[in-house]
């Protein structure tokens, strides 16, 4: 075998970032079951014609087959590709199961997704995505939408990061207004728009003409609704005094008037009502979100998500929802990229066990148990090396801790190998201080 | 969209038992720390060649290509194929990295590996695996392949499942004494021997002698080593007692004598000497181990592993390494087919805080975010329904407590709802009993 080579798109952290992406996951998992969100794994195949529902993502589809696939045999599979994001399996999950299900039902789940993008910073091909979602039987009450945003500032507020805002929107705001002027393609209109930032009002503005049948005066209208934006219930002040009404309009300012104004009560600073968010065309019918890493907007969203009434619906049964996803990998891709997170060693060991010879090994390795007992992570020593050596193999990772066995019944004695302090130890007592008992991460 | 069915070979646990999987995880998770092993994941796809290395697997393997694929343009994949265990992938992360790693490298990993086989109980393409290896520079000690099985005593001694044990072989063992017998293909003889579970001694013998060249005596004496089975080091006189004798015989005799009395004094009775033991063909060259579940033989090994000296080999490098995997999924599977573990609710939520009126929910979401901050999992209740539908509510969950708020300045009231006291409380104060905080597994 050659020396292998990365395939771009498929990240690996190496293992110091590895238990940065831990924590960093650990925190976020805790955050959402205070809020009692139940986790949920759904595998990572879906029938391929579930995942081509949505004609926009299905470029990006990776298709799965066996090698030696067997057509005619029982084992025959329909054909199958990797999920592109969580929501379409989720849906299809509370769809199938629907019978054993409480709801409401919140859920969580954190999981890798697979999209066939052109990889360049902050996009990958295999990216890690942590969602929650709520679902309801039939209706579903709007104060979840306020409720989402929470959990997510709840959850990153606690991490060592540049601080987040989340931007929020209703579809029923730009479909009422768009048909308040008098459009009649309003999810045209919606596709101009989404381009604000990447080709300027200009351009948006001839989009919109040429392909919602926009006037120039309509247009006009559109770009004025996209550049509202304010962290409280005023935005709404500002819509009207563009002079544009209609029912659909008021219903989605309501809507996001609450969500705005909840969290401005809760977490100040968390929410602005951004009119411009769009978030594609995908699957959202009313509330929807977005989020800016302070410092790394030009990346893009880190945390997006919003309301979906129709997309878990069989027959008459229907199951709209709200939800809202964080993308870790993205996220860690960039922190890991401007050193923001740091990690105090790169192997989860507090103490390392010297070896004074291979016979000893039983002796060092009792040592070793009685400390893992106690909590306490430990390795005995590869080899009966010099001592320095052995104090270098902790050195070199991170391992604070040397311990010495002492020789014919003198007592052990343990070393901090960063000030040099040995003291006298038993394993069944002697306790490290609690910032070194596992990794730091800051 | 129609009601959505399973796909065969894919499981989805529910919330519930996700809950299970994922202490069963975080178990597994620490105690591979205590024992020093790093965090790893790799990505889910290897190159197509890398992974049909090994002819045994190839059948196995699900090829993944994007659907609208551009072979000419710059995006184009060479061709990829989803891993089927941790070990491939892990060697060729090893070769790849190796400048950047400190040797021994211990590492865990924790991850879904896929497998085109014909799903049955037990079996899934699907599945999810914890592996720990220890991987080093040129050459490997052997006291390590007496470690592992250890760590794997410990990760699952303390988990409500039934007592495991270890069978562990060498190949040196049946490879040397099949050359010490006069064979001349020894793997043929492995491969033979390999069925015995499955086809019974009288057609093992048969194989021998049609595949593997040996004479009746010869494959008499190949079924009477893998009779042999013992707790401790006794193994080794019963396989002197048959006569053979080989330089690779000696050398494997002496090796799977330490793993086994190395555990019979850490963990007496997880351990056995097991000469029938061949774990397939695969890359293994020394130690293999496979696992038992008591009471669950007939479904095979839950966790297995082995010794490989070649895996991890580019030009003059070479990375020995000796590696064990608990198959998480099939563990599961087994258990919940069985009913043998239970969690005490479904979902995390410790209290629900009632609603009197949706103008109150404010005031709810106050009392929620304050136990929250205190580690107390909260829901506030889905609609300010009658006060009997939002205990049925939690009762359906199994949330053991559900908060009342009280009106105009009275003091707020919590009930269990399993005895029914309802007592006094302030959320900056009250704390649950310690076993309600959290789900249980049993």
Redesign the interface.
Known sequence: ???????SG???????Q??I??YVIGRIQRTF?????????????E??D?LL?KGET???????????EDPGGP?G?DA???HFDLTVPFA??V???AG?L?F?F??YQIQ?V?R?E??QEGRYR?FLQADIDIV?RDTL?A?YEAELPLVIG?ALSGLPIPPIVIQVNNRKVSEGFYRGVGLTDPDAALRAVDKLDKIGPDKVAALLVETAGATEAQAKACLALAEISAPDGSFADAVRALGVEHPLLDEGLAELVTVVE?AA??SPGLCVADLRIARGLDYYTGTVYETQLRGYERFGSICSGGRYDNLA???SATFPGVGISIGVTRLLGLLFGSGELNVSR????CVLVALADEEH??AS?RIA?KL?RR?????VS??AAKYGRQIRFAE??GIPYVWFPGADGAVDEVKDIRSGEQVPATPDEWTPPVEDLRPLVS
Chains 1, 2 share one sequence.
Do not use: C
Request: no cysteine.
């Open positions: 075998m050659s020396k292998p080579s990365p395939i498929f990240p690996e952290w190496a293992p110091p590895r238990m992406e831990q079951e205070l809020y009692g969100f139940a986790p949920l794994e759904t595998r990572s195949v029938p391929l579930q529902r299905s470029k990006e589809v990776y298709l799965v087959r066996r090698l030696q084992t599979d199958l590709g990797l299809r999950y769809l199938e199961n054993k409480q409401p919140r859920r890798k697979w066939g052109r990889p295999e309801d009450p104060h709840d909840t009560a809760h619906t069989a027959g790169s192997v989860p060991t090994r039983p390795d148990a893992r909590g306490i992570a430990t390795e590869p080899s070199r990772r």
